[in-house]
T-cell receptor
Framework: EADIYQTPRYLVIGTGKKITLECSQTMGHDKMYWYQQDPGMELHLIHYSYGVNSTEKGDLSSESTVSRIRTEHFPLTLESARPSHTSQYLC????????????????FGPGTRLTVL | KNQVEQSPQSLIILEGKNCTLQ??????????LRWYKQDTGRGPVSLTIMTFSENTKSNGRYTATLDADTKQSSLHITASQLSDSASYICVVSDRGSTLGRLYFGRGTQLTVWP
């Protein structure tokens, strides 16, 4: 099992609250990612980072923000949560050197199930 | 538009039986294809990865095949076990960027009954 951790695993909060979802990995990976996944749907990339002080928006527009101050830590913040933010949030990381054929394997954390009332 | 389509959407089989899951993709240029297993409430875990030149790859009771000409892949599960109950996700990567963009299918939800 990959050494990538997410907290909390489950979170139920009220509308308007500020929340931070934590993600940390102990594999020394430079690349980290945040995905959003709704039941029965594909994963959507919302943020990614190539390394410290590097953050980029993904394919799916998101009102969340991320930071990468340390290699092992990639938190995601929602300044004002809304019911539309209810979803599963998955963090992943990968090595910088891709395997033969191109892309490196992403290792996923267990996810945070967020419910905004 | 690059897409990954999986079928069936869901599947129920009895323990000990075999099954095959399908993945069709239109991603181009193609880099590699992965199958992930995602248990309920958990993150996906990589099962196999195949590049353009590979036709088949096995991981225990899981065997993936790839036909890059027809852009089709399958995941065959042999002698299914209750622990195989999960969502199986096909993920295709392109060569179009340094990031190596990933395209995710919606998954096949497999349920194995005793």
């Amino acid at each position: 099992e990959a050494d990538i951790y997410q907290t909390p695993r489950y979170l139920v909060i009220g509308t308007g609250k500020k929340i931070t979802l934590e993600c940390s990995q102990t594999m020394g990976h430079d690349k980290m990612y945040w995905y959003q996944q709704d039941p029965g749907m594909e994963l959507h990339l919302i943020h990614y980072s190539y390394g410290v002080n590097s953050t980029e928006k993904g394919d799916l527009s998101s009102e969340s923000t991320v930071s990468r101050i340390r290699t092992e830590h990639f938190p995601l913040t929602l300044e004002s949560a809304r019911p539309s933010h209810t979803s599963q949030y998955l963090c992943a990381s990968s090595e910088s050197r891709p395997v033969a054929g191109g892309t490196d394997t992403q290792y996923f954390g267990p996810g945070t199930r967020l419910t905004v009332l | 538009k690059n897409q990954v389509e999986q079928s069936p959407q869901s599947l129920i089989i009895l323990e000990g039986k075999n099954c095959t899951l399908q993945c069709n993709y239109t991603v181009s240029p193609f880099s590699n294809l992965r199958w992930y297993k995602q248990d309920t409430g958990r993150g996906p875990v990589s099962l196999t990865i195949m590049t353009f030149s590979e036709n088949t790859k096995s991981n225990g009771r899981y065997t993936a095949t790839l036909d890059a000409d027809t852009k089709q892949s399958s995941l065959h599960i042999t002698a299914s076990q209750l622990s195989d109950s999960a969502s199986y996700i096909c993920v295709v990567s392109d060569r179009g960027s340094t990031l190596g963009r990933l395209y995710f299918g919606r998954g096949t939800q497999l349920t194995v009954w005793p």
